[in-house]
Each structure stands twice: as C-alpha cells, then as structure tokens.
C-alpha cells in the first residue's frame, strides 16, 4: 500500500524567504514518481514539480526545488524568494508501481505568505 | 495553457435531481481519466477511473449507481450525480495524463456542487 504525509497542517513565511514543506512517503515499489501541486483558493490544481524514483538528482523547476531523499522517503519542496501570490494548499502525491495511473494525495500543507 | 477543462465550475440543485459534470481533454488523447472528491479543507479523494469504452473502475465505498460514469470518447468523461442529496455537496475534480506514464496529471478547474 502507499502512503504519503504532510506532517505541517499549516505553514508562514516572509515575503521574499526560502520555505520548506514537508512530504514523506511509503511504497514497497521500487518504481515510484513524487509531485508537488499547489491548489489556490479557486480550486484548481497547479503542477508544480515531479520526481522519479530512479533520478540522480534533485528536480527543479524555477523557484521550485524538491529535497529528495530516498533512504528516508521524504521528498520535500523548496520555494525559494517566497510571492505574496505563493499562498496556497500544496499537496505532495504519489503514483507507485509500473503502469499505475493513480495519484495519492497527501493532506496537504497551507502555506501563507507574510509580507 | 490548460489542457484539462472542466464544466460547470458551480452547480447548485435541489435535491433528488441529477448533475452531470463534463471534463475534456484539450488538444490530446485520454484513454484514461480519474475523478477525485474534496471536502472542505481535506485532501483529494479518488472515486474512479473513467476508461474509455469500458466501463469505469470504482473506489472501495464509492457507490457506482450514483456516481455514474461515462468515458464516451477519448476526450471527454462525464460524472453525473444521481438523485443527489445535501451530503453530495463537495468539490469534484477530474484529471487526465498528459503524455506518457510519468508525465504529471493535468486537473480540470473542479466543480463546486451545493445540493439544497
């Protein structure tokens, strides 16, 4: 079975500083992908990052980076010069095993942008 | 641009009536889409795997009679709530992959349904 979690219900950063959000998981497959996905307060779902189990190095994605540490199953996301405009649920997901399709869904950290 | 789009983004009914909610994929082919359910402040809940032309792969406790799901063409699915009731109130968003296998899932904007 998979599992992932945001230990962090609720996070605050200052405008313009670096802030961590937490992610880990459990799979017993050794082919797994890890996404982060920022949700706004209109719903939608914004792709963010993606990581393979199987990638040397770290994903970045402009001011997005994500912390991957395999031995410890976290994979945590990095935002960097943190926007006003970065407030928002992210939710860190999971698809395990060859073939799957499915997304599980951690249960997300709200992150609030102080200027 | 969005390459999932998702309609209506707010419904409201009464209940027992039905809601049919469209998501389509723009521009490329979904084989297959997935349907997920939010409550209030809690994280996305799979209901089903929308195949087309076959018929659709439920979640345990998810009742397919009333989540009736149709996967007609390859860019479009439809989640229709039967005979809803106030408890059916939620946030539903469909999803569809992009490309290959490890290519990230595109969401549609979500539909807000109020049963009154």
């Known amino acids: 079975a998979q599992k992932i979690t945001q230990t962090q219900p609720g996070m605050f950063v200052q405008e313009k500083e670096a802030v961590t959000l937490d992610c880990t998981y459990d799979?017993?497959?050794?082919?797994?992908?890890l996404f982060w996905y920022k949700q706004p307060s209109s719903g939608e779902m914004i792709f963010l990052i993606y990581?393979?189990?199987?990638?040397?190095q770290n994903a970045t994605e402009g001011r997005y980076s994500l912390n991957f540490q395999k031995a410890r199953k976290s994979a945590n996301l990095v935002i960097s010069a943190s926007q006003l405009g970065d407030s928002a649920m992210y939710f860190c997901?999971?698809?395990?095993?060859?073939?799957?399709?499915?997304?599980?869904f951690g249960t997300g950290t709200r992150l609030t942008v102080i200027p | 641009g969005a390459v999932v789009s998702q309609h209506p983004s707010r419904v409201i009914c009464k209940s027992g009536t039905s809601v049919k909610i469209e998501c389509r994929s723009l521009?490329?082919?979904?084989?297959?889409m997935f349907w997920y359910r939010q409550f209030p402040k809690q994280s996305l809940m799979l209901m089903a795997t929308?195949?087309?032309?076959?018929?659709?792969?439920?979640e345990q406790g998810v009742e397919k009679d009333k989540f009736l799901i149709n996967h007609a063409s390859l860019t479009l699915s439809t989640l229709t709530v039967t005979s809803a009731h106030p408890e059916d109130s939620s946030f539903y968003i469909c999803?569809?992959?992009?490309?290959?296998?490890?290519?990230?899932?595109?969401f549609g904007n979500g539909t807000r349904l109020t049963v009154t």
């Open positions: 990581q393979g189990s199987y990638d040397q």
């Open positions: 521009d490329f082919q979904a084989t297959t």
């Open positions: 997901a999971m698809k395990a095993g060859t073939g799957a399709n499915n997304l599980f």
């Open positions: 799979t017993s497959d050794p082919s797994y992908g």
């Open positions: 999803s569809a992959r992009f490309r290959q296998y490890n290519s990230p899932l595109h």
């Open positions: 929308s195949n087309e032309g076959s018929k659709a792969t439920y």
